[in-house]
């Protein structure tokens, strides 16, 4: 299904921040339960209780709309953010664990969405994989260089492309296989995959 063109803006009112959240929020509940290709504008507007010419003000596409909200939904972190339980593998399991079923089950959902929208419109894959991928990417760097700080990796891991693996390989499960990423399956990338590049073994601080 697709949109019909953008309705021609009338200029107005100044934006309304407070709006645009409570739009890329119904953004991403319409995308994890219709999927992008079925989803509309109409429909997020229904759900945001917004005119379809607001959206279309401020977003000039679908696609453009669906990248934006995944994006707000990964955001950046900061370190404060993270967790801190005074050891490199005890974080990691800490940032990757989902917090609930429903935080599981609305990741699988939003991944399944942002990998319909990566066959409609490959053109926009650049920008809708950071989105997924390049915030879990920013905590392990965090994460990792804080470990180095500590004294417990040593200065010489290969930073970049240590934070890299795990996300890439959640976001290909997610995506690809769309199968869920439960806890057993953290804990083995962790103590056979991260731990050793940092010059770890499990257990081992």
Same mark, same amino acid.
């Given at each position: ?49 917004? +005119?379809? #010419?607001? /959206?279309?003000?401020?977003? !000039?596409?679908? =696609? *453009?709309?669906?990248?934006? %909200? ?42 399944? +969405?942002? #990998?319909? /929208?990566?066959?409609?419109? !490959?053109?926009? =894959? *650049?920008?809708?994989?950071? %989105? ?54 953290? =804990? ?18």
């Amino acid at each position: 299904m697709t949109d019909e063109p953008a309705p021609r803006s009338r200029g107005g009112r100044p934006r309304d921040a407070t709006r645009d959240a409570a739009i890329l929020t119904a953004t991403l509940e319409v995308l994890a339960e219709h999927g992008y290709e079925r989803m509309t504008m109409d429909q997020v507007a229904r759900r945001a209780g917004a +005119g379809k #010419a607001t /959206l279309y003000r401020r977003w !000039p596409s679908k =696609a *453009d709309l669906v990248v934006q %909200a995944v994006a707000q939904f990964d955001r950046m972190p900061t370190l404060g953010e993270l967790p801190d339980t005074g050891d490199l593998r005890g974080d990691l399991l800490a940032l990757m664990r989902p917090q609930s079923a429903e935080d599981e089950h609305r990741t699988l959902a939003l991944a399944s +969405g942002m #990998a319909s /929208l990566l066959s409609a419109d !490959p053109a926009l =894959a *650049d920008a809708a994989g950071s %989105a997924l991928v390049e915030p879990f990417v920013a905590s392990q760097r965090l994460l990792i260089r804080r470990a180095i700080d500590r004294g417990e990796v040593r200065a010489d891991v290969d930073v970049e492309t240590v934070a890299f693996v795990t996300p890439s390989m959640t976001a290909f499960r997610l995506i690809v296989q769309r199968k869920p990423i439960d806890t057993d399956l953290l =804990a083995r990338l962790v103590d056979a995959v991260i731990l050793p590049a940092c010059g770890l073994r499990p257990g081992e601080h």
